[in-house]
């Protein structure tokens, strides 16, 4: 069940070399069905009251170097998964109803990038984790490369994309190091063993830990991206086309936050002790960061970007609050974020085509004769800004909540961007389809094609705000497993009082 | 009186026998006319039948000619990787214009004098059969360089080879000199035994000795800062051949390396480990940096040759048996992503008017797809994306180099890998992307100093497509499925510890 999931995606792409340019589109669209399908299955099959990985796979992939084919679902990723199964059905189909140039090439590489960012969410090998981690690069370097578009005065697309792949790969090659170092560390003379879990059971020592934990750490908060880390986010973002950033935001920055709960809490709890507040305070800095930028930027794109950036940042403040009501908030933001920056990425793109621009100056009155789209519009703003109601909501109060309880001061600060992104997210709404229209804009309804696309997503939005509970249910025990290990190491004031 | 004729182990020599046989014939072959044209198919054949006896000989390892040559399993993997490389070259050099003009037969012959040097290599064991073998390899290259004669850079390029490598080789000679003084033997075991009391820093004489020899081997691998002549001799070499040593003469060099460091000094491991792992540093940093600003592809890989010596030399620091495994590894590998580059910057040398410049291949994703995915997956490879040899490779590599406490040359090994990508990416940007064509200066036909394409139809060639197509399906494979080829290597590794 599981590797059908990995690699149903893969499969079809690769088939799809074979068929006519007309049909190219649908069957992509047909394969990332196929494997929503099989994560709805997989989901309903979930246990979510069992501890530990379901539905596992675990075979010797490379045996010499001790490395494992090792996937696996457990309450942290079961719904990460569905989320890029459901983001990437939504991507592609809104792709397929579009002319791609060169559309064999164009599908294979969305088919390609679902399978690695499956693989990396589902593998249970650290290695084969990087591996995968590593792989989601090669399709994404080739679609917002050969289909990107260049920007006037600005670098580019491949020379942005470039820049995204040199970026996001210093991260990820000190991370093939640090992994390597901690399995052989950890061996100690013996047999080598990437498992996640078995490393997890004997962490190394604290001063391996302090070095190893910045390789991963820097790895994870790259792709995110974090405030500093952040200087590829504006090119790539600018040059990416729309279908293919509305999955990339949508999903890949999420690989980096699950690796904090699925790698460096488990294996480095000394040291994610010791730097919590270090990435406490990039957190908050991403958080402030990303809203002032999101809401002084014209180009809608990038306040998307810029909005990622401090959502991201809120989600990272969730986990290095170190609580399980923290992470638990985390994990459920990690889905809401995704299933709220995909749609409006698409809505973006169809603004885009109407007005030929994606500067907010030059758009606006949109509402007007397109009541439907700007309703879905309005659900999708309210969501993101996090109203009461929303799922957002109950995922930022969750996050709140363990920051209140852990750190009080980052509490505060983070509650400012809260506001921020009411500010933001009405302001994008306000000027795309309020205030005057331009005359060069027409303002018409959506397509039923594209609703197609859209309404499934925004459905989605409204179903968690109904049951967030759905998701709590289902991933606190792995949370707890997963944070467990960084609260047990030098026991808090708290617990040394009571003794 | 009676006369004991010396035990001959003639299973163990009939690679080298079949070797030099069929070099002879090779060579006869060209002043036979019947037979002037049939010098690839007979080239083809040597190769197939000193493969076959080598395999024969795996598992089952010999000393051989009292100790000078030892044939194990190190020797039998290299050998194999030399002589698929040379396979690859023959098979690029049909209707080359090198070939043409110098011969046929001539130029095939050299190129299996050629490897016979490497196979020699790969066995060594002795200061004598080193050097006997590494010139053996060595002065056909020379002139294999220069065989493409109407072209003034391949007259450079070979001259400039032999007067530098003539300075490797003298250095090494010399080297061996000081060697053989301080420890009493040309045995590699008898100079193990030899410096055994004294230790490598009691006696200068020896240091200076193994540095020399050291710095010679350096010169035929290619490793910062003894690497200047290989951008220029890479780029004016007739292309086959280029790829021929690109893969095969670091292989054979690093064969004898392993061999003279784990056999003979490996008592003096914690003195020579430090310096060669500088050597390695440098030689990654100088060859990514080297490789940025290149426009010919045959140089950009000549300085990614550079820093790939100095990932591999990685693999020697750590003086232990994940290291050698790494490393064989490593060259089974790097014989697979390069020649898949080479097959194809061969068919589009010949088939636009501008040679080894990367803009030969501008836009060859829609013109020809059949061989931009080879030098695809031929540079991602070379810079270690996974699902391909080249992730696993580096894997190895890290995985040794961290085992044997040398981390920090691991993060060198990365952070050499991030600069690679600028380079390696760009050629994947010629390819794929409109927008990295428009932005490059725009082509003026006829620019290049080179000449008409010789043959407009070279990128549908069997022989220059399948090649490059079958090496780029071998570093995917081995990427996915690396089992087969960790095997193979840790078979070599073995053979020494």
């Known amino acids: 069940m599981i590797n059908s999931l990995l690699w149903t995606p893969l499969a079809f792409g690769l088939v799809g070399l074979f068929l006519p340019k007309r049909l190219i589109g649908w069957w992509a669209v047909l394969g990332t069905a196929v494997t929503a399908g099989i994560a709805i299955a997989l989901l309903a099959g979930f246990d979510s009251g069992a501890a530990g990985l379901q539905d596992t796979v675990d075979v010797n992939w490379i045996p010499g170097l001790g490395v494992d084919y090792s996937l696996g679902i457990d309450g942290l990723n079961v719904f990460l998964v569905l989320l890029t199964a459901v983001v990437w059905l939504g991507g592609t189909a809104f792709a397929a109803f579009r002319e791609q140039e060169r559309p064999h090439l164009f599908f294979l590489m969305m088919l390609l990038g679902e399978t690695a960012t499956l693989g990396a969410f589902i593998a249970q090998d650290l290695l084969l984790f990087v591996l995968f981690f590593d792989l989601m690069l090669v399709p994404f370097y080739f679609l917002f490369g050969a289909w990107g578009s260049d920007r006037e005065g600005g670098p580019t697309a491949s020379a942005a994309t470039l820049k995204m792949i040199v970026y996001t790969l210093i991260g990820s090659l000190l991370m093939l190091v640090g992994a ?112 002032v930028m999101a809401f002084t930027q014209t180009n809608v794109r990038l306040i998307g970007g810029y909005s990622s950036v401090a959502q991201l940042g809120f989600i990272t403040a969730g986990i290095f609050a170190l609580r399980a009501d923290g992470a638990d908030g985390a994990v459920l933001q990690m889905v809401n974020h995704g299933l709220v920056v995909a749609p409006l990425f698409i ?120 049951y967030p509970q759905l998701i709590l249910k289902r991933t606190d025990t792995s949370v707890q497993e997963s944070v467990a290990a960084a609260t047990r190491g030098p026991a808090p004031q708290a617990q040394l009082a009571k003794r | 009186m009676s006369f004991h004729a010396p035990h001959i182990d003639y299973a163990a020599l009939s690679p080298v026998i079949a070797l030099t046989v069929g070099l002879c014939v090779v060579l006869i072959s060209a002043v036979i006319g019947p037979l002037r044209r049939s010098a690839p198919m007979m080239t083809m054949s040597v190769l197939a039948a000193t493969a076959g006896l080598l395999i024969a000989q795996w598992d089952d390892p010999t000393n051989l000619v009292s100790g000078a040559l030892r044939l194990d399993d190190l020797a039998i993997s290299i050998s194999l990787i030399a002589i698929a490389a040379a396979a690859f070259a023959v098979l690029l050099s049909i209707r080359e214009p090198a070939a043409e003009q110098a011969g046929s037969g001539e130029y095939h012959a050299l190129l299996l004098g050629s490897v016979l040097g490497m196979v020699l290599l790969a066995q060594a064991q002795n200061l004598v059969s080193f050097f006997v073998a590494i010139e053996t390899l060595s002065i056909p290259l020379y002139i ?44 590699f075991l008898g100079i193990s035994a030899g410096i055994g009391h004294g230790g490598l820093l009691g006696d200068p004489l020896v240091l200076v000795g193994i540095g020399m020899v050291a710095v010679g081997l350096a010169f035929k691998t290619s490793i910062a800062p003894f690497h200047q002549w290989t951008p220029d001799v890479y780029e004016g070499a007739p292309t086959p051949i280029t790829a021929f040593m690109a893969v095969a003469t670091k292989a054979a060099a690093f064969a004898v390396f392993i061999r003279f460091f784990d056999v003979a000094l490996i008592g003096e491991a914690g003195d020579w480990q430090p310096a060669l792992a500088v050597l390695a540093a440098v030689s990654i940093v ?46 089974a590998g790097y014989l697979f992503m390069n020649l898949a580059a080479f097959g194809v910057i061969v068919a589009r040398e010949r088939e636009t008017a501008f040679g080894d410049d990367i803009r030969a291949v501008r836009g060859l994703g829609s013109e020809r797809p059949l061989l931009a995915w080879p030098l695809t997956i031929s540079m991602l490879a070379l810079a270690g994306l996974p699902a391909t040899v080249g992730f696993i490779g580096k894997l190895y590599l890290i ?29 994947v940007a010629a390819m794929w992307m409109p927008s990295a064509q428009a932005s490059a200066t725009p082509a003026i036909a006829g620019a290049s100093p080179e000449a008409d394409p010789i043959d407009p139809d070279a990128g549908n060639r069997i022989y220059l497509v399948g090649p490059a197509l079958l090496a780029a399906a071998g570093a995917v494979f081995f990427g996915v499925i690396p089992q087969p080829l960790v095997d193979f290597a840790q078979h070599a590794g073995a053979s020494l510890f």
């Open chain 1, 180 to 291: 390597i170092a901690t399995a052989i560390i950890a061996a100690d003379g013996g047999q080598i063993t990437f498992s996640i879990a078995e490393l997890a059971k004997h962490p190394v020592g604290d001063g391996s830990q302090q070095w190893i934990f910045w390789f991963f750490a820097a790895a994870f908060l790259v792709k995110m991206p974090a405030f500093l880390l952040h200087g590829w986010m504006p090119d790539a973002y600018r040059a990416a086309p729309l279908p293919v950033l509305a999955v990339f935001s949508g999903v890949l920055a999420k690989v980096g936050a699950y690796g904090f709960l699925r790698v460096v809490l488990p294996l480095f709890p000394a040291a994610t002790v010791q730097f919590q507040t270090v990435v406490l305070l990039i957190a908050l800095a991403s958080i402030l960061y990303g809203s």
């Open chain 1, 347 to 466: 809505i973006v793109a169809i603004l885009a085509e109407r007005s030929g621009s994606e500067d907010l100056r030059e758009m606006g009155g949109m509402a007007m004769r397109a009541p439907v789209l700007a309703a879905l519009f309005l659900i999708v703003t309210l969501a993101t800004l996090a109203m009461p109601g929303s799922a957002n909501f109950i995922g930022e109060f969750y996050i709140l909540n363990g920051l209140f309880q852990a750190k009080i001061v980052f509490a505060f600060v983070a509650i400012s961007g809260v506001a921020m992104s009411a500010y933001y997210a009405l302001r994008l709404y306000q000027r795309t389809m309020h205030n005057r229209r331009p005359d060069s804009v027409p303002s018409r309804e959506i397509g039923l094609r594209d609703a197609l696309v859209l309404v499934p997503l925004v459905l989605c939005i409204v179903g968690l705000a109904l």
């Open chain 2, 144 to 187: 294999l360089c220069a065989t493409d004669m109407i072209r003034e850079k391949s007259l450079e390029s070979g001259l400039k080879y032999l007067i530098v490598g003539s300075l490797g080789s003298a250095t090494l000679l010399y080297g061996m000199a000081f060697l053989y003084g301080g420890s009493g033997s040309t045995d």
């Open chain 2, 286 to 331: 100088v060859g990514n940096v080297g490789a940025l600003g290149q426009s010919s592809l045959k140089r950009l890989l000549g300085y990614s040759g550079v820093a790939q010596a100095g990932y591999i030399l990685g693999g020697l620091v750590v003086a232990s048996e994940a290291g050698i495994n790494a490393i064989v590894f490593y060259l």
């Open chain 2, 399 to 427: 995985e040794a180099l961290v085992e044997g406490d040398y981390t920090w040359l691991a993060v060198f090994i990365a952070v050499g890998t991030m600069i690679s990508l600028a380079y390696y990416l760009r050629v």
